[in-house]
């Protein structure tokens, strides 16, 4: 059976690869797309996700707003890295938009969740304020969820700042809200991420498939390439987000170990900054599973099929 999920993100780049990906799994059951605000404004992030569920041919999958600001302190977008709109690259956008949905993205998730006949599975792909603020105002829906897969931190370096993650650091009170919630929780950080390359083979391999969603992949990862290497150096861009998806999809593409995971709240200079305990030296219970490894060439052909399998 397709496994419930609800993914909730801030459509950025990366993001789209994510969207495009439930999209076509036959694994997933796609319940919603909620955004929130991170790599740009809610706004804009709430147009970006009906732009690329339009493209993936996702009609019948509503679409939300949520949280335009993180629980404590101002938003901090990443406009550097995905551009004005969020998801500058294309010249123009395939199918529209599907219309969004008039609740909020919380509302959206509490109602799908509890209607759920199935204990659903929360994907985040961007900061974690709509899920922190959904197991705060709606503790009852916790029983109703299977788990909560995230993109975000990291077991070493950051990319917002030297420690911190972008994700959980524009909104570390609810990255902390959700390891702490006693729900399932699993944290695909950038120790992995960084390892799933936008190679050039990679995007030739896209590119090959000759579809207007692979063409319009090829224009979304050449921006994303670009932004990167100006901004960080890189010679190939990772795609973090559509890691989380895949492994629900497919768990064993990712090896995870259970550890301890504190966020820091209050640091000067490490904000944010995901604390995992590798070598159990702190003496505090394991709260979420950790990814350490990534099949890289599996995923990447998890990846290609999905594009290929939404040809249009």
Not at 109 to 136: C, D, F, H, K, Y
Request: hydrophobic share 45%; aromatic share 4%.
């Amino acid at each position: 059976m397709p496994r419930p999920v609800i993914l909730d993100c801030d459509p950025g780049h990366d993001d789209a690869l994510a969207i495009l990906l439930a999209a076509a799994s036959p694994a997933l059951d796609l319940l919603a797309v909620t955004t929130v605000a991170g790599n740009q404004v809610v706004e804009k992030t709430a147009v970006n996700a009906a732009r690329v569920c339009a493209m993936a041919g996702l009609r019948d999958v509503p679409v939300a707003a949520g949280c335009s600001r993180p629980l404590r302190g101002e938003l901090r977008i990443a406009e550097e890295i995905h551009g004005v709109t969020g998801l500058d690259g294309p010249g123009s956008w395939e199918g529209g938009e599907v219309e969004l949905s008039p609740l909020h993205a919380v509302e959206l998730m509490r109602q799908i969740i509890v209607r759920s006949a199935e204990p659903v599975t929360v994907v985040g792909t961007g900061p974690l304020t709509n899920i922190a603020t959904l197991i705060t105002e709606y503790p009852e829906v916790k029983d109703r969820l299977a788990s909560v897969v995230f993109m975000g931190g990291s077991t070493d370096r950051g990319n917002f700042s030297p420690y911190a993650e972008f994700n959980v650091a524009v909104d570390p009170e609810a990255a902390d809200i959700v390891l702490h919630s006693g729900i399932e929780v699993t944290m695909c950080g950038l120790n992995v991420t960084h390892r799933v390359l936008v190679t050039p083979d990679v995007l030739d391999r896209i590119r090959r498939l000759g579809s207007r969603i692979s063409l319009t992949c090829v224009d979304l990862m050449t921006y994303f390439a670009d932004a990167y290497q100006r901004v960080f150096g890189f010679e190939a861009p990772p795609l973090h987000d559509p890691v989380a998806v895949a492994c629900v999809i497919d768990p064993s593409l990712v090896r995870s170990v259970c550890l301890p995971v504190a966020v820091e709240l209050d640091g000067q200079h490490t904000r944010g900054a995901t604390v995992v305990d590798i070598h159990m030296r702190t003496g505090a219970s394991s709260n979420a599973l950790v990814a350490i490894d990534v099949d890289v060439p599996r995923f990447w052909d998890l990846m290609v099929g999905a594009i290929r399998s939404l040809r249009r």
